[in-house]
């Protein structure tokens, strides 16, 4: 996947092997002691997502939560105050 877009969070059921992450555009796997992975990275607009979903409901993988990751304020360096 491209940077830009939105940053996702994407919380399964299991351990995903790391070939997961090429099949899924890139996106960082990050194993849990619970059993579960999180799938964590940028996609480009809602399609996009809805291709990575998919992927996992055909893979047979059991989606926990999808949450965005808002991305820290960028501070104002203008000067200029209201």
């Given at each position: 996947?491209?940077?830009?877009?939105?940053?996702?969070?994407?919380?399964v059921?299991?351990?995903?092997?790391d070939?997961?992450?090429?099949?899924?555009?890139?996106?960082?796997?990050?194993?849990?002691?619970?059993g579960?992975?999180?799938?964590?990275?940028?996609?480009v607009?809602?399609?996009?997502?809805?291709?990575?979903?998919a992927?996992?409901r055909?893979?047979?993988?059991?989606l926990?939560?999808?949450?965005?990751?808002?991305?820290p304020?960028?501070?104002?360096?203008?000067?200029?105050?209201?």
């Amino acid at each position: 996947m491209t940077t830009g877009g939105a940053v996702y969070a994407i919380n399964v059921r299991g351990h995903l092997d790391d070939h997961w992450a090429g099949w899924l555009g890139g996106l960082t796997l990050t194993h849990h002691d619970d059993g579960t992975t999180t799938l964590t990275g940028p996609v480009v607009d809602q399609a996009d997502l809805h291709g990575v979903l998919a992927k996992l409901r055909d893979g047979g993988i059991t989606l926990i939560a999808l949450s965005p990751i808002n991305p820290p304020a960028k501070p104002d360096l203008s000067g200029e105050k209201e």
